[in-house]
């Protein structure tokens, strides 16, 4: 385990050091960083001011110096600073992580919750009218771009409420769970909800695909010919197999979207990173830009390690190494 | 499985000169039928996958004579009817016998600029998707079949491709290239292969080590030709599969990037872009024009995904089911 541990975190690292790398091509081979000094500079600048600031931001110097002051920075845990309020780049981080996180973390729980029991009952009454019923509503919301599902609930009960009078949830904006916990999820309901639906139908048809599968095995059988009631050889015996696929897929689509829920965060006026990481991007802030992807990219190569981790401890045929 | 129609005519007991000569047809028929025949037939008895392909039949159709429509409204796709088309504060007018599904913010007719808006959505669904399946087959091939140092590069560029969002990869790249049709076909094909290339790779690693693979190299055959004559026939189904099933997440990732602003820049209609202007109007009350575009855009992706899912079923009635991103 302690190899595997080693192995992983040492590719996850070479990984991480490529992503950066990447990211700081793409930005140095485009206009972007013309544009940032001449933004920063205003409109009546001379070419002097716009070279100045171009200078001490480090724009005017090869890739490779741009990019060891980065490197410099960041071992001691410092992102650099964003070209226009100069503020620090963790700080940007870290007030827009709160709102990333409350996003994803209740909209995972209320999918993989949806998504594993829609899937378990279409599994285990195949061909049933509820099951027909669940995959049928699982195509549909896996066909919906999350923005149309995000907005169609904002149309409803948002719009459609507010003119009846009723002001159940806001259009759109974040409140701190510490200044209002009640604010805080009435403003997270619906993105909630878009999130969790959108995602939650790729889980209905993995579970019910993969608990077919298992409960045609073998030690299903015997596991009813011993006389187990039938709920526990499908959640004990049957569940437990056929959760390995669901998990990896759970694994990466939380580590992606803790990269923020771009769509979602968009929608709501949600300020989380996503949102950020639009906004930079627009303004080519690559000090902002190279801090999101960091935190994506970091917690997509933490959520590969742990769901590897996790296989041991579901299958107990799963050797790590 | 259906049986040749030749199990039904040998029921009775000594075989007649006519139900030889049926036997005899049947079994030929039998014999005709290549796994590819079998898999269409499968496909044209499923009534759901048939229903979806006369919808995208439709919306091509639609695409196709955008024109049409705005010949027959009298509407061009770019026209502002600023009299008719707003309310005199400069909001969008709801549906009417004049404009069917309503003007946008412009005054411009939603009903023309859907129509026109498909060809976007069909042209990038179809590009993109055909770039991305070519580089996957051929990165997946080259890593599967060299294996070492070839796979080994390419399992990290993968990983590492993997490991950014592709939404905010595509618009990091969109905003540095800058907005374009083209653009975004070629930022979704050739950056959005990861995941497929994944596949074909372990389909490969696999058909690798078959004997046949085997005899073919005992027989003088370099690499490209086995790849291409041995390796390429065997993975052609699970990447037939995963084209169908891609059409519909590149045509969101289209709808997605125009949505925030990056993707095929305006006036051209588009559907991701009316949805994105329409957020600003939809609280004034201008309902139509955030749901036909959404609906368009639903219905497309519904009928490829019902489709895709056919196409699986019939190439694998086994069911595939790790071929699900």
Redesign the interface.
Known sequence: MARFLIRRIV?GL???F??TV??FL??Y????RADVARTLAGREATPQTVALIAHRLLLDRPLIVQYGHFLSLLLHGNLGYDYYHDQSVNSILKAAFPITLSLVAGAAILWIIIGVLTGVVSAVRSRSLLDRTFTGLA??F???????LG??L??IFY?EFSIHGIHAFP?SGYTPFATSPFGWFRGLVLPWITLALVSAA?YT??TR??M??VMGEDYIRTARAKGLSERRVIFRHGLRAALT?VVTQFG?DVG?LF??A??TE??FGLPGL?FT??QA??Q?DLPV?IG??LV??TA??VANIVVDAFYAVLDPRVRLH | MSLGSGDLITVGGEPTPDTLVAEGLAAKKIEGRSPWRLAMARLRRDHASMISLGVIIVIVLVAIFAPVFAALTGHGVYQEFRATGLTPEGLPVGPSGTFLLGTDDQGRDILVRIAYGARISLVVGVLATFLTVVVAAVVGLAAGYFGKTVDTLLA?LI??L????F??FA???V???GPGLAVVIIVIGFFGWASVARIVRGQVLSIREKEYVEAARALGAGPWRIMVVDILPNVIAPIIVYTTLLI?LTI?TE??LS??G?GVPPPTADW?QM??E??LY??S?A?WF??FP?LA??IT??A???FG?GVRDALDPR?L??L?V
């Open positions: 590719l070479v990984v991480l490529l992503v990447v990211v793409i930005f081979v485009g206009p972007g195509l549909l896996y066909s919906m771009p999350t923005f149309v907005y169609l904002l149309l719009y259009g790729a048809r993995l695909g993969s077919l599968d696929p990466i992606i990269g923020g771009i769509i968009q929608v996503g990481a639009v991007i627009e080519q830009i999101v992807v994506v990219a997509v190569v | 990290r990983d590492m993997l490991a950014i969002p939404l905010l618009i990091a790249l905003s540095v290239i519909p969101v709808a997605s949505f925030l990056i991701g949805i994105n329409s957020s939809y609280t009350g309902w955030l749901l959404s855009l639903l992706t519904l490829f995904n019902i899912d069911g089911d790790q699900y």
